[in-house]
């Protein structure tokens, strides 16, 4: 990894869960895509976010904010946000540390999906945004005869 670059990675999952030890077990993940074959409004009980966002430890993060988009058609909206996030002291961590990395885990519940959009992570720091990837959740309708339909 060239230890001059930031960059925020997104994993999108059903669930969350903390685990003896302090782990976390992810539950139902996702890769590029989420299909919802419903019609309607669909209220999916949790979708969840870790955000893993890292910078180099000579170049630390003085500041930084966690947040998930909705990209539908024109619109786009801040569905959750961290807000600003207190940052560890660069001291703090291990002298042979190359990295600062953050790990973020936020939780939507209910997530109420109305159609096709596009849930995207970004971090706002004090040098600019950093884009991670986006989940496109699709909506898809069985027909009759079992044939998925696009909304």
């Given amino acids: ?3 001059g670059t930031r960059y925020v990675h997104a994993l999108y999952c059903d ?8 782990k976390y077990s992810l539950i139902g993940m996702y890769g590029s895509d989420l299909v919802i074959q419903s019609p309607g409004i669909v209220s999916l009980p949790k979708l969840c976010v870790v955000a893993r966002v890292v910078t180099a430890i000579h170049h630390p993060f003085r500041e930084l904010r966690v947040q998930v988009l909705r990209d539908a058609g ?6 959750i946000s961290t807000g600003a996030i207190t940052l560890p002291e660069v001291r703090d961590f291990p002298a042979d540390a190359r990295t600062v990395d953050l790990q973020v885990m936020l939780v939507m519940a209910p ?9 995207r992570v ?23 005869g079992g ?3 696009r909304h």
């Fill in 1 to 3: 990894m060239d230890t």
């Fill in 147 to 149: 044939q998925p339909t």
């Fill in 15 to 22: 669930d969350i869960r903390e685990e003896v030890g302090g």
């Fill in 111 to 119: 997530f109420a999906v109305a159609g096709d959009c596009l849930l």
């Fill in 74 to 79: 024109d619109q786009q909206e801040e569905v």
């Fill in 122 to 144: 970004r971090a706002l720091t004090e040098s600019g945004v950093l884009e991670g990837q986006a989940l496109r959740i699709r909506h898809v309708a069985e027909a009759a």
